[in-house]
């Protein structure tokens, strides 16, 4: 009588769980199976959370209030108190909406506080440099008094951008697709960096033309969004607006400007998960394990 083979027995580890070990600035990891894999502890700390810009020791620009860390770079959270500006603004009888055709007039207009948040990213082992998604907001009073929990409005100026409602884009974007790259070049030390960057992108947004760029590239300008709501007769034109200014300078501090709902925390938190500011979730030594192991190439047999 034939007999009945036995059932193949799947093969079991006595230790079910990777091994993770820490020796001097190398971590190795040791797989049940036997796969092993090595990696240097400062590389396995900055996957787990990238390396932020050390600001100690920089002098940092006039009007900075903070400096938010996101993965692979950080943001600057900048404040300009309430003035009058002088601005080139497309005109009313431009032929030409946006371009080098555009027809622009000198417009004297005040804001209130005007906040730019500056977007730095860098490559491993770089400086920050400025990047394209930079966001601008309005208030009605400093950033001192709440902080991080102040809510932020939405700026009612032309190329500040109104994206669909996604939280992978900006919420006022600050339109710099003719910023220069040479303009905020890396410099050499942070503080060069920063300030080249904060400088030009400042430069960009207020001394460039405002044209209606983002009225036929995005959903429309936060200006034409502002407008089109009716918040104050004071602004409903741009003449409206400059006429209010020789009146009282300061009347914009009293405009109900249109709300994002969200907190400057908020909004820098929405930028930095844009960006990826989290690192791999590690929480257990499987966790460690796979890090390693995925990230090596080349793996030795211990058996």
């Known amino acids: 009588m034939p007999v009945k083979p036995e059932p193949r027995q799947k093969k079991l580890f006595a230790n079910s769980t990777p091994s993770v070990t820490i020796e001097g600035d190398e971590v190795r990891v040791v797989l049940p199976e036997g796969t092993a894999a090595t990696m240097k502890l400062e590389e396995l700390l900055e996957r787990v959370q990238p390396s932020v810009p050390d600001s100690r020791g920089a002098v940092l620009p006039d009007g900075i209030k903070c400096m938010l860390p996101m993965a692979n770079g950080c ?30 007039q000198q417009v004297r207009l005040a804001l209130p506080y005007l906040i730019v948040l500056a977007v730095f990213e860098s490559a491993r082992g770089d400086l920050p440099r400025l990047s394209p998604r930079n966001e601008c907001f309005f208030l009605n009073e400093p950033l001192d008094l709440q902080g991080l929990d102040t809510e932020l409005c939405y700026p009612a100026l032309l190329n500040c951008s109104r994206f669909p409602d996604d939280p992978n884009v900006p919420l006022s974007w600050i339109c710099t697709q003719h910023l220069p790259p040479s303009e905020c070049a890396r410099g050499q030390t942070l503080e060069q960096s920063l300030r080249a960057g904060l400088e030009a992108l400042l430069r960009h947004l207020l001394e460039s033309g405002f044209n209606r760029s983002s009225e036929h590239h995005e959903l429309n300008s936060w200006f034409s969004e502002t407008v089109a709501a009716g918040v104050d007769p004071r602004i409903a034109s741009v003449r409206d607006w400059e006429r209010a200014t020789a009146e009282d300078p300061l009347f914009v501090l009293e405009v109900p400007w249109l709300r994002t ?37 080349r793996r030795e047999r211990t058996r």
């Open 75 to 104: 943001i600057l959270v900048h404040q300009t108190t309430p003035r009058v500006y002088n601005f080139r603004w497309i005109a009313a009888d431009s032929r030409a909406e946006y371009g080098p055709r555009t027809r622009y």
């Open 261 to 297: 709902g969200l907190s400057l925390g908020k909004v820098a938190d929405r930028i930095a998960q844009a960006h990826g500011r989290a690192g791999p979730r590690i929480t257990c030594a499987d966790d460690v394990a796979r890090l390693v192991v995925n990230a090596k190439p």
